[in-house]
């Protein structure tokens, strides 16, 4: 509410450009119109346009998984972010040594 008194509808700018962007190198998306476009047919034109929504249904599949085994925090948060760096369309290099660095803080 407040940021959009601040900034105005430009608070959902983010969104909006995470959700049009294009697949990257170690996306599944990107994978699925690669060299395997001929085991999938109707992925021709790209699964970009998929990806939000399987995010969401993997994440909600994954909350309720870790709620239903009645997971602790750091396992659900783990598993979580497992989901969200699966589906992510933006597979940069980075995102993959998240996991790593939190074996080096301890936690």
Do not use: C
Not at 49 to 69: D, E, N, P, T, V
Request: proline fraction near 4%; aromatic fraction near 14%.
């Amino acid at each position: 509410m407040i940021s959009l008194m601040v900034w105005g509808a430009s608070t959902f700018d983010p969104f909006v450009h995470s959700i049009t962007r294009e697949s990257k190198l170690l996306s599944v998306f990107r994978f699925l119109i690669g060299g395997a476009t001929h085991f999938v047919p109707w992925l021709k034109n790209g699964a970009d346009h998929l990806s939000i929504y399987a995010m969401a249904m993997a994440g909600g599949a994954a909350f309720l998984y870790a709620w239903k085994r009645r997971l602790p925090p750091v396992s659900g948060a783990f598993l979580g972010l497992l989901i969200t760096l699966a589906f992510y369309k933006v597979g940069h290099l980075q995102f993959s040594s998240s996991s790593r660095s939190w074996r080096d803080t301890g936690i």
